[in-house]
Each structure stands twice: as structure tokens, then as C-alpha cells.
T-cell receptor, first 113, second 115 residues
Framework: KAGVTQTPRYLIKTRGQQVTLSCSPI?????VSWYQQTPGQGLQFLFE???????NKGNFPGRFSGRQFSNSRSEMNVSTLELGDSALYLC????????????FGPGTRLLVL | AQKITQTQPGMFVQEKEAVTLDCTYD???????LFWYKQPSSGEMIFLIY??????QNATEGRYSLNFQKARKSANLVISASQLGDSAMYFC????????????FGEGTQLTVNP
């Protein structure tokens, strides 16, 4: 069974631009979560989607948004990029919202110049 | 307050020896799950092992075992017979029963296995 896939793997943007990252979960998984990883803040939860609905949201500004499609694929969008948005963005999928293990994708490395 | 604390920023171990990575947690939930993930320099988070708060026995997965001491709120990872490929960052994480799938991570421990 294929793992979680994320595209693109690397991205360079400039301040003020917007970016969209994509995540395809493991087949059959319906829950998708997003995390931001930076050297200074570590791993921080962004949001979680299940059945096309946002179920949980971390403490990030409204510039960070996401959505989930009917096939469970998810996208996250960051508008008006700031230098501090440079990070590794990790997507994780699990079968449901219950006590299930989350499996992570390889991440998207975003550099904002 | 930190929910997950990993007090060892870096650890060194000789190949074929065992190593213990420490993790303490803080929660008021009765139902929670504890996880360990490995992150090589490539960036991908690799799931290693899971322990549920109601599990009476310590979890084991191959060379990985989780030393779960509920009263002390600790969930240490034990890696037996270390291999060079075990060199990576290791993260302890917790999911609280009321938080859906949301994971809270510790700051990580960088493990280096020496030949």
C-alpha cells in the first residue's frame, strides 16, 4: 500500500506570495492532519480534516487555511507569505479521528525569501 | 506547561548496544496515546511504536520497546542492539482523548550511533 504523498517536495517563494501544498493520504484513510516544523518552534499542529470538514485547528493566523476533498486528499494554503513561514510542512493521515496511529508523508520544504 | 518533555537534546550510543530515550508527559485526560517517531535527515516522520493509556503491558515492536510508567507519566523508548541506521532525531508525541488526532510533540532527541 502506498504511503502518504506530498507535493511539491521543495518550494521557494517570496514574501507576499501565496502557496498551496497538497497531500494524498494512505488509501482508505479519511483523516488528514497538517503540521509545521521549524528549528525554533519545533513541530506544531496546524489543522485536521475528516470527511471534508475541519475538525481541529491549531494556533495559527488566518493566513493558513486548508481543505479536504471527497477522495480525502487535502490541500493547505498560506497567503501573504512571511519569512517566518519557512518550514517543513508535514501531512499525516489516519483511518479516522479515533485512537489511530498517524502516518506521515515526506513533507514539503518551503523557503520564503 | 510543556505537555511533552524530552530532556536529552543529544545521545550517543555504540553500535549493538541498547539506548533509552526519555520522555515525560503531562495530561489530565484519562484516555490518551503516546507515540514515538523517528525523523532521519530526509525529514520524513517514521512511526515506531504506540502505547495507549489503558494498555497494561509495555508496547514492543521489533527492536523498539516502550517503557510505560503511568504513575510517573513517563514513556521512555528503548532501542536494543543499535544500528548505524538508527542515527536520527527521535520525537515523543501524545494524543489526548479530547483532541481528535492532534499530536503534541516533544522537542526531540538527536541519537548518534557510533561504529
Amino acid at each position: 500500500k502506498a504511503g502518504v504523498t506530498q507535493t511539491p517536495r521543495y518550494l521557494i517563494k517570496t514574501r507576499g506570495q501565496q502557496v498551496t501544498l497538497s497531500c494524498s493520504p494512505i488509501s482508505g484513510h479519511r483523516s488528514v492532519s497538517w503540521y509545521q516544523q521549524t528549528p525554533g518552534q519545533g513541530l506544531q499542529f496546524l489543522f485536521e480534516y475528516f470527511s471534508e470538514t475541519q475538525r481541529n485547528k491549531g494556533n495559527f493566523p488566518g493566513r493558513f487555511s486548508g481543505r479536504q476533498f471527497s477522495n480525502s486528499r487535502s490541500e493547505m494554503n498560506v497567503s501573504t507569505l512571511e519569512l517566518g513561514d519557512s518550514a517543513l510542512y508535514l501531512c499525516a493521515s489516519s483511518l479516522s479521528l479515533a485512537q489511530e496511529t498517524q502516518y506521515f508523508g515526506p513533507g514539503t520544504r518551503l523557503l520564503v525569501l | 506547561a510543556q505537555k511533552i518533555t524530552q530532556t536529552q537534546p543529544g545521545m550517543f550510543v555504540q553500535e549493538k548496544e541498547a539506548v533509552t530515550l526519555d520522555c515525560t508527559y503531562d495530561t489530565s485526560d484519562q484516555s490518551y496515546g503516546l507515540f514515538w517517531y523517528k525523523q532521519p535527515s530526509s525529514g520524513e516522520m517514521i512511526f515506531l511504536i504506540y502505547q495507549g493509556s489503558y494498555d497494561e503491558q509495555n508496547a514492543t515492536e521489533g527492536r523498539y520497546s516502550l517503557n510505560f510508567q503511568k504513575a510517573r507519566k513517563s514513556a521512555n523508548l528503548v532501542i536494543s542492539a543499535s544500528q548505524l541506521g538508527d542515527s536520527a532525531m527521535y520525537f515523543c508525541a501524545m494524543r489526548e482523548g479530547r483532541s481528535g488526532s492532534r499530536l503534541t510533540f516533544g522537542e526531540g532527541t538527536q541519537l548518534t550511533v557510533n561504529p
